[in-house]
């Protein structure tokens, strides 16, 4: 029989749906800590998902019956991150709408309010994911940098069923490190 397992398959699934973070440091945070300090998006259904995929461009050469090894170049790349929420509070409803403000003032309500422009302010530094990995007692831990979510808002409250908010945050490169692609994935190391 043919089959990828090995004794080594079981250390290296990812399990389960993890969790979301916005401006996790890598550096000092733990798990613990992050939803200590407020940086839990929240509860998800239906997890999440990564995607870093990149625009290929391939060389044209006169000869070639194909594409030829060696001729392709990256023009860019697209790096999202998608949580989808279950919990549903102020910040991500702002986090929603992209460009936002939220009035604390009103006695009884937290008013945000959509902003006509983009600011520096309404970028997160990062959003982050953190997830088990079955060898391993660290995390995998999945950063995007400059996250932006440019899907807007959008509830869909159901009879007998909870509202899942979609944010679908997109990465964007820093004018002062052009070279860095936006996202960073932390794999732990694993035993010999």
């Known amino acids: 029989m043919f089959s990828g397992f090995t004794n080594k398959?079981?250390?290296?699934?990812?399990?389960?749906?993890?969790?979301?973070?916005?401006?996790?440091?890598?550096?000092?945070d733990t798990f613990a800590t992050a939803?200590?300090?407020g940086k839990l998006l929240g509860a998800t259904r239906g997890g999440g998902q990564f995607s870093a995929i990149p625009e290929i461009r391939n060389i044209e050469i006169d000869g070639p019956k194909g594409k030829p090894k060696n001729l392709q170049v990256i023009d860019g790349w697209e790096v999202k991150?998608?949580?989808?929420?279950?919990?549903?509070?102020?910040?991500?409803?702002?986090?929603?709408?992209?460009?936002?403000d939220i009035d604390t003032t009103d006695v009884d309500y937290d008013v945000?309010?959509?902003?006509?422009?983009?600011?520096?302010?309404?970028?997160?530094?990062?959003?982050?994911?953190?997830?088990?990995?079955?060898?391993?007692?660290?995390p995998v831990i999945i950063q995007i940098y400059n996250a932006l979510n440019?899907?807007?808002?959008?509830l869909q409250p159901q009879h007998k069923n909870e509202a899942v908010l979609a944010l679908e945050y997109e990465a964007h490169f820093d004018a002062e490190t052009l070279e860095e692609v936006p996202f960073k994935?932390?794999?732990p190391k694993l035993g010999a």
Request: net charge negative; glycine share 6%.
């Open 9 to 28: 398959t079981a250390e290296k699934l990812l399990l389960d749906a993890g969790a979301y973070f916005k401006d996790f440091d890598v550096e000092t």
């Open 35 to 37: 939803v200590t300090s």
């Open 81 to 100: 991150m998608t949580v989808n929420l279950v919990e549903i509070s102020k910040e991500t409803l702002a986090d929603a709408l992209a460009a936002s």
């Open 112 to 138: 945000i309010t959509a902003k006509p422009t983009i600011e520096s302010i309404d970028y997160k530094d990062n959003i982050t994911y953190v997830g088990k990995l079955s060898g391993s007692e660290e």
């Open 150 to 154: 440019k899907n807007g808002l959008t």
């Open 185 to 187: 994935i932390y794999y």
